[in-house]
């Protein structure tokens, strides 16, 4: 296994922490195989780090993820949801997905990167798709133990024709995991139990109003400001919601041609933001890219 710590050790595994102090204490573990369009790996975390990954993992195509837990304990996040993992869980993630992971313990964890395109998944719709296993099944713990064998043998000294089934099985068996995998839907604020799922309902609903915000919000709900910051201790912020869901109504709105000719200060108001350079800050954090590239001939203020 190849080690790597700190920033340079970040980098390596397509990753960004969020503080100084967690880039620091940052260090990894890494052994992987790759057999054309599938990268097969296992990644040894050392524990107290949250880290918050990067779009594709890396790789220059789009793939998915599919993270299996072999030993110890992590919270991933991603939208609203906090989903606990321990050996025998999995997590199936589009490249696309921004999320976060909190390791809790020395972690050890399989993963198959498989490029979307890939003939033999791509046409299951599934592929693009967040999925969640609370628990190992029997479909996940066969993958786990060919992968394992995968990873611990040098399989580029096999002779072409004996990779190429090897390939084979991998595919079938990712696309047996992934035919059955359990729906993750991110964004169903309704089905959020309690004041959280009240809250995050009106801030669906009237996050383009710029006045909008925790204090705004209590009042709405008739609750303190205090009240309704409790209610979000576990997930991100009011701020950090109504940034993201202005970020993705401005975004759909730059993409969408019925506004094409709409100057950029517009959509930054009517998507409710303050002002122009939040939006850009925004969208640029979302996306990685300036706004100026979210949309043809993007009209400047």
């Known amino acids: ?14 990753a960004v922490a969020d503080t100084a102090e967690t880039k620091a204490r940052f260090a990894a573990k890494i052994a992987a195989c790759r057999l054309g369009p599938i990268v097969v790996g296992i990644f040894q975390y050392a524990p107290g780090v949250t880290v918050h990954t990067v779009e594709n993992f890396g790789h220059a195509h789009a793939v998915t993820r599919l993270a299996i837990v072999l030993d110890g304990e992590a919270t991933v996040r991603m939208g609203l949801r906090i989903l606990p993992m321990n050996p025998g869980s999995a997590i199936l993630i589009p490249g696309r997905q921004r999320f976060s992971y909190a390791i809790h313990s020395p ?105 909008l915000n925790v204090e705004t919000l209590a009042a709405a709900l008739g609750v303190s400001a205090r009240t309704v910051q409790r209610a979000f201790t576990h997930t991100d912020t009011v701020s950090e919601h109504l940034t993201l869901m202005r970020t993705h109504t401005a975004l759909a709105m730059l993409q969408d041609p019925r506004f094409a000719t709409m100057p950029v200060t517009r959509i930054s108001q009517k998507a409710g933001f303050a002002s122009i350079d939040t939006m850009r800050r925004a969208v640029r954090a979302a996306t990685g890219k300036p706004l100026n590239q979210c949309r043809p001939a993007v009209t400047e203020p």
């Open 1 to 14: 296994m190849r080690r790597m710590t700190g920033a340079s050790g970040l980098r390596e595994v397509s």
């Open 107 to 211: 972690l050890t964890v399989l993963y198959v990167d498989i490029a979307v395109d890939d003939p033999s998944v791509a046409s299951n719709a599934a592929i693009d798709h967040s999925a969640w296993w609370p628990k190992e099944t029997t479909l996940l713990a066969g993958l786990t133990g060919f992968a394992r064998a995968i990873v611990r043998r040098d399989v580029h000294a096999l002779h072409h024709s004996e990779r190429t089934v090897i390939r084979q099985s991998v595919e079938s068996l990712m696309l047996a995991v992934i035919t059955t995998a359990p729906p993750l839907n991110l964004d169903d604020y309704d089905a959020i139990p309690g004041l959280l799922g009240t809250a995050m309902s009106h801030l669906r609903r009237h996050h383009s109003d710029p006045t």
